[in-house]
C-alpha cells in the first residue's frame, strides 16, 4: 500500500517532532518533510527531485511568516496540494472563510492525533473533511451573506455536472465516480478540474458550499463523517 505523504509546518518544534514520530509509525502515513519556518517550505516545493506531498499539515501563527501567507502561496503556486490547518486560533466564524482559501478542512489544536490520522485519511481520498457540525455553521455564514441564487446560473451547468457535484458531496472518489457513470476515473477527474474553473472554487469543499447555495443539495442529503 501506498503511504500517503506528509508536510509538517508548525513553529512548535515539539508538536512537529511529536506528529511526526505518530505518523511514521503509521502503516498508511509517512512524513516526508517537516520544518518550522514556512520559508523553508517554500524552498523545499522549488527544489527538483525532492519527494512528492500529497498533504500539508500548517499551522496559522508563526514566527517568521503566518499560515495564510503559506495557504496563499501554496494554492498559488502548487494548488493540487491538500491543505489541512490545525491551529489553537481555530474559530468557527472562520470556517467560511478558510474553506474560500481553498484548506481542505480546518481543525482545532488538541485534538487527539488518532482524530488526526482519520481525518488525514478523509482528505487524501475525498479531497476535504468537514464534519456536520462544521456543515452547519457554514451553511449558515452562507445563509447571513447570500442571497438566494438566480435558477439560470446553475443552468450554467451540464447534467452531467450537476450529478458528478452531487455524487462528490457524498464523498464518492473519482473511480467510485466512474464506475457509477460508466465513465473513466480522468474523465471524472476532468469534469471536476472544469468545475473548480467554471465555478470559480479551488477544491471540493468548494463545489459543497456552491451546491448547497445553489440549492443542488441540501445538507440533509450530504454525506459526512
Do not use: W
Not at 499551522?59 to 498559488?76: A, C, R, S, W
Not at 474559530?91 to 490520522?117: H, R, W, Y
Not at 478523509?122 to 457540525?133: S, T
Not at 455553521?137 to 450537476?162: A, F, G, H, N, Y
Request: net charge negative; hydrophobic share 40%; charged share 25%.
Amino acid at each position: 500500500m501506498e503511504k500517503i505523504k506528509l508536510a509538517l509546518v508548525d513553529d512548535d518544534y515539539l508538536i512537529v517532532t511529536l506528529l511526526k514520530s505518530f505518523f511514521n509509525q503509521d502503516q498508511s502515513t509517512q512524513v516526508v518533510y517537516d520544518t518550522t519556518d514556512g520559508y523553508q517550505l517554500f524552498n523545499y516545493l522549488e527544489e527538483k527531485n525532492t519527494e512528492p506531498i500529497d498533504i500539508l499539515l500548517l499551522d496559522l501563527k508563526m514566527k517568521t511568516i503566518d499560515g495564510l501567507e503559506v495557504l496563499k502561496h501554496v494554492k498559488t503556486n502548487h494548488p493540487e496540494l491538500k491543505v489541512v490547518v490545525v491551529s489553537s486560533h481555530y474559530q468557527d466564524n472562520s470556517i467560511g472563510f478558510m474553506t474560500k482559501e481553498g484548506v481542505a478542512g480546518f481543525l482545532p489544536k488538541g485534538m487527539s492525533p488518532f482524530e488526526l490520522l482519520d481525518i488525514v485519511k478523509q482528505v487524501h481520498k475525498n479531497g476535504f473533511y468537514l464534519n456536520k457540525d462544521q456543515m452547519e455553521i457554514l451553511r449558515e455564514q452562507i445563509s447571513s451573506k447570500v442571497s438566494k441564487p438566480m435558477i439560470d446560473e446553475v443552468e450554467l451547468l451540464t447534467e452531467r455536472e450537476i450529478e458528478i457535484i452531487k455524487l462528490l458531496c457524498q464523498q464518492k472518489t473519482a473511480k467510485e465516480i466512474g464506475e457509477h457513470l460508466f465513465i473513466t476515473q480522468r474523465t471524472v477527474e476532468g469534469h471536476k478540474n472544469n468545475l473548480f474553473t467554471k465555478i470559480g472554487v479551488r477544491n471540493v469543499a468548494g463545489l459543497i458550499v456552491y451546491a448547497l447555495q445553489k440549492h443542488i443539495v441540501t445538507l440533509e442529503e450530504l454525506s459526512l463523517n
